[in-house]
């Protein structure tokens, strides 16, 4: 019998958000801007080294033997297809989502399998529209040597993974950003003199707005059951606060049973799903 080959590899799986509404609402359009996406994707990749290995649908399954190319490819993918995308209406942008993680994989012919493609998949699953999510593996390879922006979103509960994942997401933008105007500049730096006279109010509004986005990422990359608590939760404390301001929390009772749902699943809902599929591979 045959052994089978193994490689350490960086896997990048990519799909489209929200594809059978796009081909619900113009199957000819969706399909002949998903080929001409697909042909930009293969460009990029063939400039970084990389493999299409794979793709079924509107996913694609690309292989790097380098993460730092993986990882470029994904922004500049992005980042062209964002180009793209801003040319056309909002009904019929076509946004990819991207997934990357570093792992031994399986080898059989020109295909591959094994945690390692798994995990690159599931990350994709909760990456956001038009972004890249990195597993803890990758983001250890290139975060001193890329300049770019990461957010660390904590550990995620994916399907048919049985540890909680590491994850980080890649901060669009930056270098690549259009140069600011000189109208733009000067109130940068009005804002920066104001500011800077008032350094106890910057650094705390800094804090809050940080701790703002990261909630926020946190909460996209959460099941539709944890969202629809957390909003409705969020519903009853504004109605609270607008009818009876904070003199009386009566928002706590209407809330007990969706917090009870959320701390469920959170706490016991994943891990009992973990054990009881810790062996399943793929969908």
């Known amino acids: 019998m045959q052994r089978v080959k193994r490689r ?15 081909m619900e609402r113009d199957e000819d359009g969706t399909l002949d801007r998903l080929k001409a996406y697909r042909s930009v994707m293969s460009s990029l990749t063939e400039g970084h080294n990389g493999r299409i290995v794979n793709t079924w649908g509107d996913a694609v399954i690309i292989e790097f033997s380098s993460v730092t190319e993986a990882v ?45 493609v798994n995990v690159a998949a599931r990350l994709q699953e909760i990456a956001p529209k038009g ?36 994850t980080y997401a890649v901060r669009l933008g930056g270098r690549n950003a259009p140069q600011e105007s000189e109208a733009s500049g000067q109130d940068a730096s009005d804002k920066a003199a104001e500011t800077a006279s008032h350094p106890d109010w ?11 986005e990261q909630a926020r990422r946190w909460l996209r990359a959460q099941p539709r059951k944890v969202r629809s608590c957390v909003f409705l939760i969020g519903f009853f404390f504004v109605l609270n606060l607008l009818t009876s301001g904070l003199s009386t929390l009566w928002f706590v009772w209407p809330s007990l049973p969706f917090a009870m749902m959320l701390v469920w699943h959170l706490l016991v809902g994943r891990k009992e799903k973990s054990m009881t599929n810790p062996s399943q591979q793929g969908d």
Request: charged share 25%; with cysteine; hydrophobic share 40%.
């Open 131 to 166: 972004g890249i999510m990195l597993s803890q593996s990758v983001y250890d390879q290139v975060k001193t040597k890329m300049a770019l922006g990461f957010d660390p979103l904590g550990p995620q509960h994916v399907k048919n993974v049985t540890d909680p994942v590491e």
């Open 8 to 22: 350490l590899a960086a896997i990048m799986c990519a799909d489209v958000a929200q594809y059978s509404k796009l």
């Open 202 to 212: 910057d650094r705390d509004t800094q804090v809050l707005a940080n701790g703002f």
């Open 72 to 116: 470029q490819c994904a922004v500049d993918i992005q980042n062209e297809l964002s180009l793209r995308n801003s040319e056309l209406p909002d009904l019929n942008r076509m946004e990819f989502r991207i997934g990357i993680n570093l792992g031994d994989i399986m080898v059989e012919g020109d295909d591959i399998y094994g945690d390692g």
